[in-house]
Structure formats: structure tokens, C-alpha cells
T-cell receptor, first 113, second 117 residues
Framework: AQSVAQPEDQVNVAEGNPLTVKCTYS??????LFWYVQYPNRGLQFLLKYITGDNLVKGSYGFEAEFNKSQTSFHLKKPSALVSDSALYFCAVFTGTASKLTFGTGTRLQVTL | GAVVSQHPSWVICKSGTSVKIECRSL??????MFWYRQFPKQSLMLMATSNEGSKATYEQGVEKDKFLINHASLTLSTLTVTSAHPEDSSFYICSARVRTSGTNEQFFGPGTRLTVL
């Protein structure tokens, strides 16, 4: 079975500071990894994905994520946070074996002035 | 591109009535559509997977007769909550899968907030 863990329910960052939202996964086989963002009462918006190749993936709105196979992690990062980044972030994994996305429990990012 | 719409965006209904939610892929054909349910401050729970022209595959614990899914075409799937009760109140999100370089990307609709009185 595949699973995703987001160990932090909430991350608080001051605007302008770098941010990291953590994600680890457990799968058998090669994972496809995704980050999504959700604003209140909205669906999920795609941020970025890792399929293969470069371990550092760049996505929308200045976000990036680093795939670390040895640590089975895919942490989301941004060099300089904005107040408008405040939202709920979901990490997800897909494998051909399960053939479906499995989501983490989500991490609420709060960016303050 | 790759836009998924849902209708209605919110609905309030009386207990015992049925509610239909539509999910459309606007600019692509979706071979597979997914229905998720999200409770407040919780993650998305996959309810069922539907392939065009075939019966939906429900996740364990999801009542097939309660949550009827129809995937009539490559651009439309519907979820009908039958005989709705207050405990069915939730945020329902659909997603459509498109084949892109074999990665099976999924795109999500904006969600439908269902409130059952």
C-alpha cells in the first residue's frame, strides 16, 4: 500500500522568509509525487510534480520541491514567502500499482507580515 | 487548458431528498474521473473511480446505492447523493485524469459544498 505523511498540521512563516512544508512517502515501485494547494472552499490547484529526472522540481508561484529517494521525501519549498501563499497544501503520491492518487493529511501554511 | 468544472458550487437540500452534482472536463477528454469527499480540516477521501461507459469502482466503506455515479461521456460524470442526510454534508470534489506522456495527470474541479438540513 502507498501512503503519504505530512508531519506538520501547520507551518507559520513570516513574509519574506523561506518556507518548507514537509512530505514523506511510502510506496512499492517508482513514485510520481505531486503538490497541490487549496484555498478556502475551493478545489485543489496543481503546483508541481516529480515524475523522473532532476530531483529539484520547479513549479507554479515560485514553489519548488526536492525529491530525495534515500529519505523518501518530497519537501515543498519557497525562497521567500508571501502572505498570499497562506493556504492548505497537500502532498500526493501515485504509483502504477495502485493507479490512484493518495493524499497526505495536508499542512496549513500561515504567512504573516 | 485542462479545466474541470463542477455544478453546482454549493447546494442546500432537505433531508431525504436527492442531489446531483455534475463534473465536466471542459477542454479535454477524461478517460477516468474520480470523486472525493473532504471533511472540514481533513484530507481528501477517494470515494470512487469511474471510467467512461463502465460501472464505477467504489472504495471500501462507500455505499454504492447512496452515492450513484454515472460517467456518461468522456467529458461528464455525475454524482447523485440519494436520500441525503445531515451526515452527508461535506465538500465534494471531482477530478479528471488525462494521459500526458504517460503520467496520468489529474485535474481537480472547484468542489461542491453540500449542506443537508
Amino acid at each position: 500500500a502507498q501512503s503519504v505523511a505530512q508531519p506538520e498540521d501547520q507551518v507559520n512563516v513570516a513574509e519574506g522568509n523561506p518556507l518548507t512544508v514537509k512530505c514523506t512517502y511510502s510506496v512499492s515501485g517508482n513514485p510520481y509525487l505531486f503538490w497541490y494547494v487549496q484555498y478556502p472552499n475551493r478545489g485543489l490547484q496543481f503546483l508541481l510534480k516529480y515524475i523522473t529526472g532532476d530531483n529539484l522540481v520547479k513549479g507554479s508561484y515560485g514553489f519548488e520541491a526536492e525529491f530525495n529517494k534515500s529519505q523518501t521525501s518530497f519537501h515543498l519549498k519557497k525562497p521567500s514567502a508571501l502572505v498570499s501563499d497562506s493556504a492548505l497544501y497537500f502532498c500526493a503520491v501515485f504509483t502504477g500499482t495502485a493507479s490512484k492518487l493518495t493524499f497526505g493529511t495536508g499542512t496549513r501554511l500561515q504567512v504573516t507580515l | 487548458g485542462a479545466v474541470v468544472s463542477q455544478h453546482p458550487s454549493w447546494v442546500i437540500c432537505k433531508s431525504g431528498t436527492s442531489v446531483k452534482i455534475e463534473c465536466r472536463s471542459l477542454d479535454f477528454q477524461a478517460t477516468t474521473m474520480f470523486w472525493y469527499r473532504q471533511f472540514p480540516k481533513q484530507s481528501l477521501m477517494l470515494m470512487a473511480t469511474s471510467n467512461e461507459g463502465s460501472k464505477a469502482t467504489y472504495e471500501q466503506g462507500v455505499e454504492k446505492d447512496k452515492f450513484l455515479i454515472n460517467h456518461a461521456s468522456l467529458t461528464l460524470s455525475t454524482l447523485t447523493v440519494t436520500s441525503a442526510h445531515p451526515e452527508d454534508s461535506s465538500f465534494y470534489i471531482c477530478s479528471a485524469r488525462v494521459r500526458t506522456s504517460g503520467t496520468n495527470e489529474q485535474f481537480f474541479g472547484p468542489g461542491t459544498r453540500l449542506t443537508v438540513l
